[in-house]
């Protein structure tokens, strides 16, 4: 009867509650550069495109993309891009607090989060179908020895999310290797295994062959360039995976050492009570993506594939959790709510991305958008307010990060948009290009934001422009 009134009532409530909640921060976002990106690819870029060399050159998957083509198909405006993320994050949020074998306080409280309520859900980039994605392999999992194929569609699905969502249903699939052989022999278990499923591994082996081959990233691509003539980057990238996005959100400076020590240590204890636990098992669903982030440029939100992977665990290993794990993740849950508030707050309050006002701006002194130079990735979510196809998404290959600004430039366009990171690093520069265009400059400030950390340099806007 309990297990009935909570199906029933207290289930689609909280959903309701949850629902009504990420409209309204949804309803006050404003999306920035990444969302932009990957809504112009998906409205301009064909489907040929988009497999052939858009992906590779984005580092992503196609999946995303084409949710956003349909959506758009459907006639989703750019004004309601937060429904493209809000839509499947719902979905996996009931899936959640109906099929997870877990507490009810920990169903009810996971999706108030940070990643699950605001960074995968109202910001909407690729990373928005892991949760539901996650879910769904985690329920057919369950079910692989009666609905084989099932698993192994949802393990594509979870594998087209992100390159971190590739490595994590890889992992699984080891993880379903070991999990089904070492239930008999070893030898036997593994010979047995094989035969029962050479269809299914062949499918799967095709869809990751398929998958390196597109997502492969071109040696001629600017921005990855860029990091590497970046001098000890590679060791703060190290240094940020292992210390921010779980419990700490602060850059790796010496003014936050307290903080970087506090996160390196969670993440640490963590990891190793989790390997104890779990052993092997952890192993296989977690090495190929600590690897990975290791070694690739990494930022706070990708953390966010630690949790699936750990949710995913917990999920097939239904024993107990030991203490210090209990309280480990009580840690995360609360440091984690605070987020959400604090995102919640400013979201209403603030300004996360600048763009519109910029917009705005540029049509109030009848500057036309076709008129104005971009020399930052930062800008492009500027072309959502457009429907000229020739201002469409960035090219990084041709451009990295930042556009040279040329003679022919100052002399033909009436406006030059840079972020507040490419001013202060290029400012003599910024103040010569001032001078030969005849340009004003004004600053549009955004409040950018990851967790409680500041990152407004990135979408803060200057605009070099005349009249």
């Avoid at 920035?32 to 992503?60: M, N, P």
């Avoid at 640490?268 to 440029?297: E, Q, S, T, W």
């Amino acid at each position: 009867m309990q297990k009935e009134t909570e199906e029933r009532i207290i289930n689609p409530l909280y959903i309701l509650l949850w629902l009504g909640l990420t409209l309204w921060i949804g309803i006050n976002h404003e999306p920035f550069a990444d969302e932009a990106q990957a809504y112009l690819i998906a409205r301009d870029a064909g489907v040929q495109d988009i497999l052939s060399s858009v992906s590779r050159t984005e580092g992503t998957p196609a999946l995303w993309f084409f949710w956003l083509k349909f959506l758009i198909f459907c006639g989703l405006g750019s004004s309601k891009l937060y429904l493209a993320s809000i839509i499947p994050n719902a979905a996996a949020v009931y899936l959640f607090i109906s099929k997870a074998p877990f507490p009810k306080y920990a169903k009810y409280i996971f999706p108030l989060t940070y990643f699950i309520l605001y960074q995968y859900n109202i910001v909407a980039r690729n990373y928005s179908l892991l949760f539901l994605m996650t879910i769904l392999a985690a329920i057919c999992f369950e079910k692989r020895k009666q609905h084989p194929y099932k698993m192994i569609l949802s393990l594509v699905l979870l594998g087209s999310v992100s390159s971190h969502a590739f490595l994590l249903s890889c992992g699984i699939v080891l993880f379903w290797i070991y999990n089904d052989c070492t239930e008999k022999s070893k030898i036997s278990g593994y010979e047995e295994f094989i035969k029962q499923n050479i269809g299914k591994l062949s499918l799967w082996g095709a869809f990751v062959i398929l998958s390196v081959l597109y997502l492969y990233p071109d040696a001629n691509n600017q921005y990855l360039q860029n990091y590497e003539l970046l001098p000890g980057y590679k060791l703060r990238s190290i240094l940020s995976f292992l210390s921010r996005g779980l419990v700490v959100s602060s850059l790796p400076m010496p003014e936050n050492l307290l903080y970087i020590y506090m996160g390196l240590a969670y993440f640490l204890v963590m990891m190793y009570l989790l390997a104890k636990r779990y052993k092997i098992k952890f192993a296989l669903i977690f090495i190929l993506n600590i690897i990975f982030m290791l070694c690739v440029p990494y930022k706070p939100w990708h953390a966010g594939i630690i949790l699936m992977s750990t949710m995913f665990l917990l999920w097939q290993e239904k024993e107990g959790l030991t203490r210090p794990l209990k309280i480990g993740i009580s840690i995360l849950f609360g440091v984690q709510i605070l987020w959400s508030s604090w995102a919640v707050v400013t979201e209403i309050n603030g300004k996360y991305a600048i763009t519109k006002e910029v917009y705005d701006f540029l049509q109030k002194e009848n500057i036309k958008p076709q008129e104005v130079k971009l020399a930052s990735f930062n800008g492009i979510s500027l072309y959502l307010y457009e429907t000229d196809k020739n201002l469409s998404y960035w090219d990084w290959l041709h451009y990295g990060f930042v556009q040279k600004i040329t003679k022919e430039d100052i002399k033909h366009n009436k406006a030059i948009i840079i972020n507040e990171e490419v001013y202060k690093n290029f400012e003599e520069r910024v103040k010569e290009i001032q001078t030969q265009g005849n340009y004003q400059i004004k600053a549009f400030v955004s409040e950018h934001f990851f967790g409680l950390q500041d990152m407004s340099q990135d979408e803060t806007l200057y605009v070099l422009y005349r009249k």
